[in-house]
């Protein structure tokens, strides 16, 4: 039922895609649904873990065996790839916040993002400094990729080379960073699983 359920939030959108419509997607009635998903809100969130579960993937096995610029292109490839090619179910990641350290979303929100954490590492950057790391190039690439898959990009230069540029902006900008210790203050907050997990 989730994989239908976040099949049909690509086709559709996220927003449009109501417990009525999986049911008829499904070819069940909508009260039988409930027998396997709570409500519209165990709908969203168990979509959401799909989609974090499903990214993690897609970016972990993309940097196999690759680092630095490398390894930073291939995760943000893998990213813009999967938000352009699954909207509707990468929209569902958008805005929750998780109950607690053992919160499903959590724990997947966690596994989305440890590829990233895993290049960042590549560059030496340091624990304290991780957090901010991961914000920025996160918000940096999920911003591009969310800008392509609603049609943001109206410009003629050709997008896949504004992709590039801004993977060797970003690249330039963590080799600079880490060659400048006192560039980033030690956050107070660097070991927030839930938040760091999330992007936030």
Same mark, same amino acid.
């Given at each position: 039922? #989730?994989?239908?359920?976040?099949? !049909?939030?690509?086709?559709?959108?996220?927003?449009?895609?109501?417990?009525?419509? &999986? $049911?008829?997607? #499904?070819?069940?009635?909508?009260?039988?649904?409930?027998?396997?998903?709570?409500?519209?809100?165990?709908?969203?969130?168990?979509? =959401? $873990?799909?989609?974090?579960?499903?990214?993690?993937?897609?970016?972990? +096995?993309?940097?196999?065996?690759? %680092?630095?610029?490398?390894? &930073? =292109?291939?995760?943000?490839? =893998? &990213? *813009?790839?999967? /938000?352009? +090619?699954?909207?509707? *179910? @990468?929209?569902? +990641? &958008?805005?929750?916040?998780?109950?607690?350290?053992?919160?499903?979303?959590? !724990?997947?929100?966690?596994?989305?993002?440890?590829?990233? $954490?895993?290049?960042? *590492?590549? @560059?030496?950057?340091?624990?304290?400094?991780?957090?901010?790391?991961?914000?920025? /190039?996160?918000?940096?690439?999920?911003?591009?990729?969310?800008?392509?898959?609603?049609?943001?990009?109206?410009?003629?230069?050709?997008?896949?080379?504004?992709?590039? @540029?801004?993977?060797?902006?970003?690249? *330039?900008?963590?080799?600079? %960073?880490? $060659?400048?210790?006192?560039?980033?203050?030690?956050?107070?907050?660097?070991?927030?699983? =839930?938040?760091?997990?999330?992007?936030?």
């Amino acid at each position: 039922m #989730v994989a239908a359920g976040a099949a !049909l939030a690509d086709e559709i959108g996220f927003t449009e895609l109501t417990m009525g419509r &999986l $049911a008829e997607r #499904v070819g069940v009635r909508a009260p039988s649904l409930y027998k396997h998903i709570a409500s519209q809100d165990d709908l969203h969130r168990r979509i =959401a $873990a799909l989609a974090f579960d499903e990214a993690g993937v897609a970016i972990g +096995t993309a940097i196999q065996g690759l %680092a630095g610029r490398d390894a &930073l =292109a291939a995760a943000a490839g =893998a &990213l *813009r790839d999967f /938000v352009v +090619t699954h909207p509707g *179910r @990468y929209a569902a +990641t &958008l805005g929750l916040t998780p109950t607690g350290p053992d919160d499903p979303i959590a !724990l997947a929100a966690g596994r989305g993002i440890s590829p990233f $954490a895993a290049v960042l *590492r590549g @560059y030496d950057i340091p624990p304290q400094e991780m957090t901010h790391a991961l914000r920025a /190039v996160r918000s940096v690439f999920h911003g591009f990729a969310h800008l392509q898959a609603s049609g943001g990009f109206q410009w003629s230069a050709d997008i896949g080379e504004s992709f590039e @540029y801004l993977i060797d902006l970003i690249d *330039r900008g963590l080799r600079s %960073a880490v $060659a400048d210790p006192a560039a980033v203050p030690d956050p107070a907050d660097a070991t927030a699983p =839930a938040e760091q997990a999330m992007g936030q």
